[in-house]
Structures are given as structure tokens and as C-alpha cells.
């Protein structure tokens, strides 16, 4: 059972909160939506060190074994001036985030294995290669 991170801001469902929801349970794993997350914030969660804290904090919450595999959805996602998701985007869509680049360089740093299914609007296929593209760009430079 995944319980997932919520995009709008009066909705249960921010890191802590499913965090909190999975921590008792070995089964439980949390489905982090890191463009929820990006819209909740409105915008402040994007980029490297927001990555790096996010999953420093389900490493502290859930331990290691746990948090390298957890489940993501992942997508541009359109927030409103009041806070909180409005509509998923395209890849190809640069007026909002959160950058992939990211979270794939982050993950395979820590030589981490979760699930992400991409949630873009209409390009789900085309945007899932590129996250692996990406992803397998920064294998690639690791083993280097």
C-alpha cells in the first residue's frame, strides 16, 4: 500500500504527513508525487537540495532499506497563486516544475531503485524515456 503526497495545499498528503501514515508498517511505502509536492510549495521544492532533503527525510523516517525502494509519480505541474496543484503538464512544458534532472541525478548518486510512473498530460510514453534517458545519463557518469 502506497499512500501518496497530495497536491493541493488543503489536502492531507504532504511529505511528513505520509511519512508519518507509512513509518509504523513495513507495509507501507510512500508514493511520493514530486509535482505535488513542487505545487504545495508553490515552486520551492524543486531543484537538488530540495531533492536531497526530501529523500534524507524518508531515509530518517522509514530507514534506508524502505525509502530506496519507494514508489514516485512524477510530472510538470501548473499551481495556483493561492497554493496548490492545478493541472499536470508536459515535459516539454517550461513554465513550471519541477525539473526531472534532479531527482533522476539523486537517485542513481545513491544507487537507489524506487518505481516512478509518469503522470504528464497526454506524453506520459514520450516523458518516461526521457526520465530514463536522463536517469541513465547520470548512471552512466557515475560509473565513470
Known amino acids: 500500500l502506497c499512500p501518496e503526497t497530495m497536491g493541493k495545499i488543503n489536502q492531507l498528503g504532504d511529505l511528513e ?3 508519518a501514515i507509512c513509518a509504523p508498517s513495513e507495509g507501507l511505502l510512500p508514493c511520493v508525487d514530486f ?26 523516517v522509514l530507514g534506508e532499506a524502505r525509502a530506496r525502494v519507494f514508489h514516485s509519480h512524477f510530472s510538470k505541474i501548473q499551481f495556483t497563486p493561492n497554493g496548490g496543484e492545478k493541472m499536470h503538464l508536459t515535459f516539454a512544458q517550461d513554465d513550471f516544475g519541477p525539473d ?4 533522476m541525478a539523486e537517485v542513481a548518486r545513491r ?7 509518469c503522470e504528464s498530460a497526454g506524453t506520459q510514453a514520450e516523458d518516461a524515456v526521457e526520465m530514463k534517458r536522463i536517469y541513465q545519463s547520470f548512471c552512466s557518469s557515475e560509473e565513470a
Open 17 to 19: 504527513e505520509v511519512l
Open 35 to 60: 509535482g505535488h509536492l513542487y505545487a504545495r510549495s508553490l515552486g520551492a521544492l524543486d531543484g537538488a537540495a530540495a531533492v536531497e532533503g526530501m529523500l534524507d527525510r524518508m531515509v530518517q
Open 100 to 103: 526531472p534532472a534532479p531527482l
Open 111 to 117: 544507487g537507489w531503485s524506487p518505481t516512478f510512473i
